[in-house]
């Protein structure tokens, strides 16, 4: 499975805009509500292990899983490709640190709204990165679903006022967002590498970086690690479906479809993270919140809409 050609991508759009949800579409909404799944899942594990012990555990064992699929590089621009993956990785790691530690210093409200900016990021940064003005379909979209993701943010309450240092490291979790979409379609375009491949190197630079971190911030020590059921679950979860099958199904599919359509599609995120919340560790949700819920997936729906 490689990415497509400049060619072909160009031939095969607009069939893809006729469809209300293609298989392209329905495989980024299936990451959205496995990564809807992982803000219940990261709160149980990092409840029992320190911030970047998780992230480097977590990334370390899907590393290891994805390992043969490091043979995937033998492509004559091996070397392009892998220092293209490898800014991949880099940018995700950001992300996660961001987003981890943000989410510590924030409240989930906050987190969830704040993240949700890449809805309107990503237009802006596939213009700048990729020469692509936005339409004004998908700039509303973006904008709607922004307001969809502020009703559920504030639902309790609360005031922009409140910001402080972990809704900042959100925001620019957010952008990197944006700027991640941006690079996955042009480095999957630029060099075809197999999506599983990109995502095993990915995850190699993620878990280098961690255990760099690591031993910045806590020194070479290591916390005992948890035996609760629990905990192993959460992480079975996010190795196995948050990030071994969601990593490589937005690789596969954000080279294949435009970079503003998987961010709105990814942006219904929130909504997936509030029904699972209120399942898994039952939280309870306003009709405000439901009804930013709502706008998100109109948002979603109306950018993959079928086209006369």
């Known amino acids: 499975m490689t990415a497509p050609s400049i060619a072909a991508d160009t031939r095969t759009a607009p069939t893809r805009t006729r469809v209300l949800l293609g298989p392209i579409e329905a ?25 970047l012990q998780f992230l480097l555990l977590r990334f370390g064992l899907t590393f290891l899983l994805l390992l043969p699929a490091l043979r995937g590089l033998a492509v004559a621009s091996w070397r392009s490709a ?74 309790h309450g609360g005031s922009v006022k409140a910001l402080a240092w972990g809704d900042a490291l959100m925001v620019l979790a957010a952008f990197l967002r944006g700027v991640m979409v941006c690079l996955t379609r042009r480095q999957g375009l630029l060099h075809g ?39 192993w679950g959460a992480m079975a979860f996010l190795v196995l479906l948050c990030t071994l099958l969601a990593f490589f199904a937005q690789n596969y599919a954000a080279s294949r479809t435009s970079p503003s359509r998987v961010a709105l599609l990814m942006g219904s995120e929130p909504l997936w993270g509030a029904l699972i919340a209120v399942i898994w560790l039952g939280e309870r949700l306003t009709l405000q919140g439901w009804l930013g819920g709502l706008l998100i997936v109109a948002a979603a729906w109306w950018v993959t809409r079928p086209r006369p």
């Not at 496995?34 to 990261?42: D, E």
């Not at 949700?116 to 596939?126: G, H, I, N, R």
């Not at 095993?200 to 878990?207: D, E, F, H, L, N």
């Open 193 to 231: 590498l197999p999506a599983l491949t990109m995502t095993a190197v990915q995850m190699g630079v993620m878990t280098l970086g961690a255990a760099l971190l690591m031993i910045t911030v806590h020194g070479p020590g290591w916390t005992p690690l948890p035996t609760s059921p629990s905990f």
């Open 27 to 51: 495989l980024l909404l299936l990451v959205a509500i496995v990564w809807g799944g992982s803000y219940s899942a990261a709160k149980i594990a990092t409840d029992q292990v320190p911030v």
């Open 82 to 155: 892998l220092a293209g993956a490898s800014l991949l990785g880099a940018n995700l790691l950001a992300i996660f640190v961001c987003e981890t530690f943000g989410v510590s210093l924030t409240t989930a409200s906050n987190a969830a709204f704040l993240i949700s900016l890449c809805v309107a990021f990503t237009p802006l940064c596939e213009w700048w990165l990729l020469k692509v003005r936005p339409t004004g379909a998908v700039l509303a979209a973006a904008a709607l679903s922004l307001l969809g993701a502020g009703l559920l943010a504030f639902q």
